[in-house]
């Protein structure tokens, strides 16, 4: 397993968080990683979703760095050419 990435830039690396992405975690993930550039990509049950409100200032933020803060219901769509993930499962 490889535990670092040193010949990535920060802001070209993707991270997947799988599970319940309404905890505190999941939405401190989604603020700090759309200020850094870092893009984040969270898989989940539309139940376990953040609110509306949440995901359209993280989009806004984003945007404004250029990288991409994703929600899906699917799995396979989102863990490919990844460099980490998360889980709360």
Request: glycine share 2%; aromatic share 6%.
């Amino acid at each position: 397993m490889q535990k670092s990435l040193p010949s990535n830039i920060l802001n070209n690396m993707i991270l997947v968080n799988i599970g319940n992405v309404l905890n505190t975690i999941s939405n401190s993930m989604l603020e700090i990683l759309s200020i850094i550039g870092l893009d984040l990509h969270l898989v989940a049950p539309k139940s376990y979703w953040p609110q509306d409100k949440l995901i359209e200032i993280y989009a806004t933020a984003s945007k404004n760095m250029e990288c991409k803060n994703t929600l899906s219901l699917n799995i396979y769509k989102v863990v490919k050419n990844i460099n980490f993930i998360c889980t709360n499962i």
